[in-house]
């Protein structure tokens, strides 16, 4: 198992081993993931990003943040997630727009998002997304050595390396992907 230098307080253990702490849909593809990955515990009400770094003491610039972004083409709604730091943003209107080849793409209404994900807002993961949609991983993601995600719920997090992330299935690294 990985020292996870990013950990800070956090107590880790092989996700493996706490399925219990995930999403269904997280638990149920772990094994996509080629990588060992790390699971821990935390406060749900502090499942937001800024807060759980500070709660933690886990560097902001070592989490990654997935969103669901949706568009339209022909009448037909197409999906897509996107994995960037938490220090940028999505660049949503340019960048995902064309690579979903869509006319206009905007982010997942909350309750849509987590119908078809099975994750809680604000857990959504790029693991165990629906095999169909398409995973954006930024190329300062996929570089990343370590970084801390979602688990599909909010009472923990995943550790996991940005390669293992961009080896996802239906991942894509985008260089420029975020701003």
Known sequence: MNDWNIAGT???LPAVERPDLMAEPVAGALESVKAPVGIAEIDPDLADTAAFCEAYSSPLEAS???????????????????????????????????RMDVRKVSFAPMDEAVELTGMAYGGITPVGLPADWPILVDSAVAQAPE???GSGIRGSKLLVTGEALAALPGAQVVDGLAK
């Open 64 to 98: 990654a943040n997935c969103v669901v972004v949706a568009g339209k083409r022909a009448g037909e709604l197409r999906y897509a997630a996107a994995l960037v730091l938490a220090t940028t943003r999505a660049d949503v209107n340019n960048v995902i727009r064309k």
């Open 10 to 12: 956090l107590t880790v």
């Open 147 to 149: 970084l801390v995600i």
